[in-house]
């Protein structure tokens, strides 16, 4: 598994000077060593992480979302098994979402089971942009947080600013 953390420091505690840079940057959180480290730890229970990469966890209330890439296709049922193994461990609730390079079929995976309708973006004269992701009144409650937090969280995870509305 690709990790983006070097394997040397995840199995002996301590960062190399490169990795602790990427910490200091904001490059990567302590969190993400955290998953990461689960990750490598579990890489022989589970066979397929084999071929995927992690790249970044976001931890919100009760609510952890790890973003994924792997180059097999179809491992819903495999990832289902892995977000129950790691919601065991960690205590929360697991989302785990494979990196597209769609902003709606990320957004999907995430809101899941809720269903969006439409995603807008609007580009701001600064050259930066913002989109809104609407979703039905009554999938409002099938959401996995609160909207808020759904949103802080796309925010830190994919660095863009969504909007939640019904």
């Known amino acids: 598994m690709q990790l983006p953390v070097c394997y040397f ?3 002996s505690g301590l ?3 490169t990795c602790d840079e990427k910490l200091k940057k904001g490059e990567i959180t302590k969190l993400d060593i955290e998953i990461a480290k689960w990750f490598l730890e579990n890489e022989g229970k589970y066979p397929q992480l084999k071929d995927c990469t992690f790249y970044r966890a976001v ?3 009760n609510l952890l ?8 296709k179809g491992l819903t049922a495999f990832w289902r098994k892995v977000s129950k193994a790691l919601s065991e461990d960690r205590g929360v609730n697991v989302r785990i979402i494979e990196k597209t390079p ?5 957004l999907s995976q995430l809101l ?7 995603l807008n973006t609007v580009w701001l004269p600064d050259g930066s942009c913002e989109s809104t992701v609407k979703i039905a009144l009554e999938d409002l409650k099938k959401l996995p947080a609160d909207a808020k937090v759904l949103e802080e969280v796309i925010n830190e995870l994919l660095r863009e600013t969504v909007y939640i509305a019904t």
Request: aromatic letters at 4%; one cysteine or more; charged letters at 25%.
């Open 112 to 118: 899941f089971p809720a269903k969006v309708i439409s």
């Open 15 to 17: 960062l190399c000077k």
């Open 59 to 61: 931890q919100k209330d």
């Open 9 to 11: 420091c995840l199995k």
């Open 102 to 106: 769609s902003l709606r079929n990320i």
């Open 65 to 72: 979302v790890v973003l994924i890439g792997c180059k097999s």
